[in-house]
């Protein structure tokens, strides 16, 4: 990889990562890639992903990858981050109702505003990332009984 690549690969993952990482720590990596600052900047990024324990696509994490054995850095920065190995794209319109989600969780969903955001996520077409992160939020369970609940639900 050419080293001119490396800045624009970085903007892409930024830009990826928006509404999954908080703005300041964006902005931080966004400042930082801006001043030639590319490993800081995916320093941040990973580091991010992995405190909050985000889920990212397999396509930014191949981003974060590569760019960063471009740069020679050790893989132990991007090795623990989670990744949604589901393909990619809108999937809502094979999901069974609001009403079928709680049966098949079989527990009392908690706070209507929980049911009233994933409803409204569902019926917005969101994507895999945006549903997995609100069922692990709203219901506090794990990323693996978050990705079982997609795949009962297919």
Not at 3 to 16: G, N, R, S
Not at 38 to 58: H, M, N, P, R, V
Not at 64 to 72: C, K, L, P, T
């Amino acid at each position: 990889m050419k080293k001119k690549a490396i800045p624009k690969i970085i903007d892409v993952i930024i830009y990826e990562l928006e509404g999954v990482l908080a703005p300041r720590d964006l902005s931080a990596a966004r400042s930082l890639n801006e001043h030639d600052e590319w490993g800081e900047a995916l320093d941040i990024i990973c580091t991010q992903l992995f405190e909050y324990d985000l889920c990212i696509s397999k396509s930014i994490f191949e981003k974060i990858e590569r760019v960063g054995s471009a740069m020679d850095l050790a893989p132990e920065m991007w090795r623990d981050i989670e990744l949604i190995s589901a393909p990619s794209g809108n999937f809502s319109q094979d999901l069974p109702p609001l009403v079928e989600l709680e049966k098949h969780l079989e527990l009392e969903v908690g706070p209507e505003e929980s049911l009233t955001k994933i409803k409204k996520l569902l019926e917005q077409g969101a994507g895999e990332i945006s549903i997995i992160r609100e069922l692990r939020r709203s219901l506090g369970i794990s990323l693996a009984e978050a990705m079982e609940v997609l795949k009962g639900l297919r």
